[in-house]
């Protein structure tokens, strides 16, 4: 259903993985997310000097929301982006018992994982990172925004499912959004496995690196019950209404 759309939203770079644009996606009651807003992302630390001048120009890079941990960027850092221009803005999606991470908490073990439970804790212990990055999204003048975590998928599909929901993107609309990771799945685990923080990766499309879309289905129908849809808990957690007119106003474009 959302084929043509995806296709147009992806953007490649030579280094970065697992990139696309959240536009083109439908809102209830018409209309569509707006391109050329925000984007997410796999870690971008292996960046070229041609990635960042895309990053730059064409996708229009203003903010990049980082949501590792602090131990995760003192390891991995942010390669040339560390000396552009772009705004850095470290906002962690951690469980509530996390405080930091070793390698061994950042790549879970078994070939079984609970993902729905992974999100529910996720969102609960990164509510402060959550509604600041809506609020960063909400503004004009921090666009574009990039917000990435290592793979892209869990934190970084939460964080999507979340704004998305909020702005009236149906559930399955924000799934198969979050399924599109999967096409990329065999490149980013070859990167991260390389890296310090995610060595020992399981195989792509097991534990951690499942993709199903009915785990977002799932987690945001948990939401939903619980708060109405992800912007009653945005609204719950101190977005104001006023802040939440500025998401819809800048993520969606009208028919």
Same mark, same amino acid.
């Given at each position: ?10 953007v ?6 697992n %990139? =696309?644009d959240?536009?083109?996606? $439908?809102?209830? @009651?018409? @209309?569509?997310?707006r391109?050329? %807003?925000?984007?997410r992302?796999?870690?971008p630390?292996? /960046?070229?000097?041609?990635? #960042?001048? =895309?990053?730059?120009? $064409?996708v ?14 003192e =390891? ?9 221009? %772009?705004? /850095? ?5 951690? &469980?509530?018992t ?7 908490? #950042?790549? +879970?073990d078994?070939r079984?994982?609970?993902? %729905?439970?992974?999100?529910r804790?996720?969102?609960a212990?990164?509510?402060?990172s ?9 503004d004009a003048?921090?666009?574009?925004v ?6 892209? &998928?869990?934190?970084?599909? #939460? ?8 702005v ?18 065999? =490149?980013?685990?070859?990167? #991260?496995?390389?890296? +310090?923080?995610?060595?020992?990766l ?8 499942a993709?199903? +879309? ?5 987690f ?6 619980t ?27 009208? +028919?």
């Amino acid at each position: 259903m959302y084929t043509d759309s995806a296709q147009r939203r992806w953007v490649e770079f030579a280094e970065i993985d697992n %990139v =696309r644009d959240l536009g083109g996606l $439908p809102v209830s @009651g018409g @209309g569509t997310t707006r391109f050329g %807003v925000a984007f997410r992302a796999s870690t971008p630390q292996h /960046l070229t000097e041609d990635d #960042l001048g =895309r990053l730059i120009g $064409p996708v229009g890079l203003h903010t990049l929301i980082d949501l590792r941990l602090p131990d995760e960027i003192e =390891r991995e850092g942010y390669g040339l982006l560390a000396g552009s221009d %772009v705004r /850095l803005v470290n906002l962690p999606v951690r &469980k509530r018992t996390q405080t930091d991470a070793t390698p061994a908490d #950042l790549v +879970p073990d078994g070939r079984e994982y609970d993902l %729905v439970a992974l999100y529910r804790e996720l969102l609960a212990g990164s509510i402060e990172s959550v509604v600041t990055a809506a609020r960063v999204i909400a503004d004009a003048a921090q666009h574009s925004v990039v917000f990435h975590c290592a793979a892209g &998928k869990d934190r970084t599909g #939460l964080l999507a499912a979340v704004l998305l929901d909020a702005v009236g993107v149906p559930s399955d609309a924000i799934a198969a959004d979050y399924a599109l990771t999967g096409e990329r799945l065999e =490149r980013i685990r070859e990167r #991260l496995d390389t890296l +310090p923080s995610y060595h020992g990766l399981p195989p792509v499309r097991t534990g951690i690196l499942a993709v199903d +879309p009915d785990v977002i289905i799932r987690f945001l129908a948990e939401l939903h019950a619980t708060h109405g849809s992800a912007a009653g808990w945005l609204r719950a957690n101190g977005l104001t209404e006023t802040e939440l007119a500025c998401l819809r106003a800048v993520l969606v474009e009208a +028919p």
